[in-house]
């Protein structure tokens, strides 16, 4: 029997705390312990995207991150996004734009996507597509992603 | 159901137009529940256990130490499950892919399964259990299992469709054939001929979602299943009949599904997620690993195919002949038997011949892939062609333009066809700016036909009107891609009213009745007929209730743009009364307006395609890049032009990823060396340009609006077209996908 | 009296006829002659088989009628994906 570590940390802008295991990683974490699902496991090798996250302005993957490792830490997921009612103008864009069909991989897109943008707030079509690289999907071809992306970008250099 | 001509000249309301989905902002906020997102009080873990090896016998397995360790609840092997030898044989293959009853035919197959109270102590328990194999001979190459001295799969197995039947079993399952004419006597009129032989190699559909499920069996043997899947009509009926189940007693609730591709329309680990949770008396969750999805779900077949078509001066094919060789996995299948159908019909042929053989490998059973077997066949095909026309001295599209199937067509696979789009896609993508875009040093261009069959099928769907006017509407196809958005766009066009005020749910199995599996490009084709059938019968009632409302006679009534219309000299002067106005009074007039459709949707029509693909191949590195990407295909009607978009652009980059880098690497141990998206390398954001699509609409006689069913086709071309530029751009026929670098190397150095 | 054509594995099983002259009304009707004159027909058919009929594909569904001089095709049921 392990005995669990106690880890402090703040999610979504939330004070937050749990105990996990020494080898428990952040995804099972979020997704099993903390009702965060949003956040999917499509390969738990680091390998698709899916579980992507910030991890105090740091773009990764949650199956890559021990849960350990929050201690102190700022953690963003999709469910911080939206404000109240108010979509995230990329989540806007993801709908307007049909950037997902199955949707299994949007939450990691639209993590991914954010932290492209905060750190590159006008990517040209190509940085968009190096920039996104790391996330896989398998229903849009990426096409529509690209354009949400695109066109949230413009909002956010607007607003 | 009858396509309504006036349709074509008429301009629709709802139909057409690019609302957002209902279910978007649920997935855009990860408040959508997929497969592993649904958690049962008390619910345990299961896990599997696989074979490591790719061909052995099961001697022996123990699994008393395992059943020993504490938090482990259940322990399960084949001899916890219904002995099926005497009944169907699909139902006892599908079985004993699910766990084997006595050989381990795959590197990954399952042999035993546990319960535990946590993940930690169902894997330590794995560990625990002791199999004792006695080791084969394994095959898995498709040509090395075809030949007479192959390591022999399945000693049951005859070759079925051959007359005589044979006096020894081999791996080939089944022969077909198909075709019409003399090809043999055509051959020898032609004045060109082209002969190739083609290989493709096994991948998969590449979900981003690993199958899940939460099963719960109580004492009383109801059962509850949730999963993700595409059909859970299919899986519970399947569950079922494997588990000896009662089917009424089993409710399956289909999560949102993180993809399918068809991978999602068998069973893999849900009979024994069941047959765990029955064991335990506890829910059990049970969550496939990647590496598993990749060892032990179904991917499609691998190929190796015949091509030979001969050609007169004047560009006419005389003669079309092929044989095809398509992977089944360890079980029988019928895989070939559809690339042999596919092959050829997209060309209006005098002599044509397809041969099919059904192979078995030691490799996991092949499943459904989006238009399953064609992007193979038309791979072949399509690239012969396009050397054939290049020997007659006509342009490509030319050639085709001049060979495609049209109304009145007899098909290879032998019907005459209808009214079909070919002609139109050929037209269009030879008027299309692509086809005229400058080319530079080492690129190539190149453009290819696709065909798919649709499917109709039984559908069920209950359209209830709420007393406050809104619309909800029940429909058994599950949504893999935004279908629920164009359901609402025809509820709301037949009824006349707001696509805000109609809501479209995917019920689960206790709340309709049967519904085929979303599959076979028909969920949007089939659900649209069955919710235009409903709105019809609703819209019956809505008009008797106005009647009474106004205390006239039926006859007197009509509906219009959402409002009961009062005709008549005596009555033209009523005011129309809204949807809403009568839902409001329904509690009065009769109690609760609803329709209902019970069909089998049939006439589900067939869907083609032409692309057009740019691509730069680095002669040092064999390297490729796509450039550019078109997708013209013929939709008959389209309910939301964005999704059908999206299908056409979705289709084609799982094309461009199967031609140019995805494959299934086994060694020489039967081992599957890539399980996983690392080296199993799916098209990422920045290997694909932006995808151009097309959408011809060429109405579907047998739909109420047209529609043609467009999930699937968009994979049938993109392997031959990427192919055609590859093969373009070098100035080597390809003949072996995927193109990956080492193997463009290896063309150039030839 | 309707003609039917089979193809691939099914002509095989009824002993290499490919076109056969059928007395049927509707698509039970037609499976239960083609059965009765070709038993070795019966597990092939009830895998699954489409039928066409003037070009349309149907399932399997035993009330839909064949009218006469229609041209009727009968295909392996296909999956789809």
């Known amino acids: 029997m392990m005995t669990g570590i106690a880890v402090s940390t703040n999610i979504n802008s939330d004070n937050a705390e749990f105990l996990c295991h020494a080898d428990e990683t952040l995804l099972d974490v979020l997704r099993d312990r903390l009702g965060l699902m949003g956040a999917k496991e499509g390969c738990g090798t680091g390998d698709c995207g899916a579980c992507s996250i910030i991890l105090d302005d740091r773009l990764v993957c949650s199956c890559l991150v021990l849960g350990a490792e929050a201690e102190g830490r700022r953690i963003e997921t999709v469910e911080g996004m939206a404000q109240g009612d108010q979509l995230h103008p990329l989540q806007q864009k993801f709908l307007e734009h049909a950037a997902l069909q199955c949707g299994i991989c949007t939450p990691g897109f639209l993590i991914a996507a954010k932290d492209l943008l905060a750190k590159n707030p006008d990517p040209t079509e190509e940085e968009i597509r190096f920039g996104l690289a790391g996330n896989l999907c398998r229903c849009t071809g990426y096409d529509k992603i690209v354009r949400a992306v695109q066109d949230a970008a413009g909002v956010m250099r607007g607003a | 159901m009858n396509f309504d001509p006036s349709h074509s000249k008429r301009s629709f309301s709802s139909v057409g137009t ?4 209902p279910d978007g902002v649920d997935k855009v906020t990860g408040r959508a529940r997929y497969g592993a997102d649904f958690n049962m009080p008390g619910q345990l873990v299961g896990r599997i256990l696989r074979s490591p090896h790719a061909h052995a016998i099961i001697r022996k397995i123990d699994t008393l130490k395992a059943a020993q360790l504490p938090g482990v609840k259940a322990v399960l092997t084949a001899a916890d499950l219904p002995d ?9 293959d599908i079985l004993d892919n699910c766990m084997a009853r006595k050989k381990a035919l795959y590197d990954g197959h399952a042999v035993a399964a546990v319960a535990a109270i946590d993940a930690r102590t169902a894997k330590q328990a794995l560990k625990l259990i002791e199999v004792e194999y006695e080791l084969l001979p394994h095959v898995t190459d498709v040509d090395q299992a075809f030949a007479p001295d192959a390591p022999l799969i399945n000693d049951t197995i005859f070759t079925t469709g051959v007359d005589p039947k044979p006096d020894r079993p081999s791996n080939v399952s089944m022969r077909s054939q198909f075709g019409h004419g003399d090809v043999d006597a055509g051959m ?5 001929v082209v002969e190739r032989t083609f290989k493709t190699e096994q991948t998969h559909q590449g979900y981003i979602e690993p199958h899940a499920c939460v099963a719960s069996v109580s004492s009383d043997g109801t059962a509850d299943l949730w999963v993700c899947t595409q059909g859970h009509f299919v899986y519970r009926q ?13 409710r399956v609730t289909s999560s949102e599904i993180g993809g399918g591709f068809g991978g999602k329309t068998h069973v893999w680990a849900e009979p024994v997620a069941l047959a765990l949770s029955r064991k335990a008396g506890r829910p059990v969750k049970l969550v496939m690993t990647r590496d598993e999805v990749f060892r032990a779900s179904g991917p499609t077949s691998a190929t190796s195919i015949d091509v030979k078509i001969g050609a007169l001066k004047d560009g006419t094919i005389i003669a079309a002949d092929a044989t095809l060789r398509y992977s089944c996995g360890p079980y029988a299948g019928a895989w070939a038997e559809v690339g042999a159908m596919t092959a050829f019909a997209c060309y209006k042929l005098e002599n044509v011949r397809t041969v099919g053989y059904e192979v078995l490998v030691n490799r996991p059973k092949t499943a459904a892939y ?6 193979m066949a038309a791979f072949a095909v399509e690239s012969a062609i396009d050397e054939l026309a290049k020997k007659v001295g006509m342009n490509p599209i030319d050639f085709r333009i001049r060979n495609a199937a049209q109304e009145g067509t007899k098909a290879s696979y032998g019907p005459v066809y209808g ?3 070919i002609g139109p896609t050929l037209e269009a993508v030879k008027n299309h700016p692509h086809m005229k875009a400058p080319l530079g040093r080492n690129q190539g261009r190149g453009m290819a036909c696709g065909f798919w ?6 559908t069920c769907t209950d359209l209830n009107i709420g007393m406050d006017g809104t619309v909800s509407l029940a429909v058994g196809t599950v ?4 279908s629920r958005a164009s359901l609402s766009l025809v509820a709301a066009e037949e009824l006349g009213i707001d696509y805000s005020q109609v809501r479209t749910v995917i019920a689960d199995t206790s709340s309709l009745g049967y519904n085929d599996m979303t599959d076979g490009s028909r969920g949007t084709f089939s659900s649209s007929m069955a919710t235009i059938s409903a709105a019809r019968n609703a819209i019956k009632i809505l008009r008797e209730r106005a009647a009474q409302m106004w205390d006239i006679l039926v006859e007197d009534v009509t509906w219009e743009k959402g409002h009961a219309v009062a005709k008549g000299e005596t009555h033209g002067n009523l005011p129309k009364l809204s949807l809403k106005e009568i839902a409001a009074a329904s509690g009065t007039t009769g109690g609760p307006i609803a329709g209902h459709s019970e069909i089998v949707a049939d006439g589900a029509g067939v869907s083609f395609a032409t692309h057009i693909c740019d691509i730069e191949v680095d002669p040092e590195t064999g390297a490729t890049k796509v450039l550019r990407y078109t997708v013209v295909q013929d939709a008959g009607k389209a309910v939301h032009p964005t999704y059908v978009e999206g299908q056409y652009q979705g289709g084609a980059a799982q094309g461009i990823g199967w031609a140019l880098n995805e494959e299934y690497i086994y060694g020489k141990d039967g081992r599957l060396q890539n399980a996983g998206f690392l080296d199993y390398r799916i098209p990422v954001c920045s290997d694909l340009p932006m995808i151009d699509t097309q959408i011809l609409e060429i109405p579907n006689p047998n739909h109420p609006y047209g529609v043609r069913g467009v999930g699937e086709t968009s994979i049938v071309p993109p392997l031959a077209a990427v192919a055609n530029a590859v093969s373009n751009a070098v100035g080597v026929r390809m003949l072996h996908i995927p193109m990956s670098p080492p193997r463009i190397l290896a063309a150039l150095e030839a | 009296m309707v003609e039917v054509t089979l193809w691939g594995s099914l002509a095989a099983a009824a002993e290499g006829n490919s076109k056969i002259e059928i007395e049927a009304k509707n698509i039970r009707e037609l499976f239960a002659r083609l059965s009765e004159r070709f038993p070795r027909l019966e597990p092939l058919m009830a895998r699954g088989i489409a039928v066409a009929i003037d070009g349309t594909i149907y399932r399997d569904t035993w009330s839909k009628e064949l009218p006469t001089g229609a041209e009727i095709y009968l295909l392996p049921r296909l999956a789809g994906g």
Do not use: E, W
């Open chain 2, 419 to 421: 009214p079909i789009g």
């Open chain 2, 370 to 375: 989006r238009a399953p077997s064609a992007p």
């Open chain 2, 18 to 21: 690019r609302p957002i989905r």
């Open chain 2, 238 to 250: 399947h569950c079922a009949q494997l588990l000896g189940m009662d089917a009424s007693k089993l």
């Open chain 2, 453 to 458: 069959f649709n499917f109709g099928g039984q």
């Open chain 2, 84 to 92: 099926l030898t005497d009944g169907d044989a699909a139902m006892y």
């Open chain 2, 188 to 192: 020898a009129r032609a004045d060109f």
């Open chain 2, 479 to 482: 949504d893999v891609g935004g």
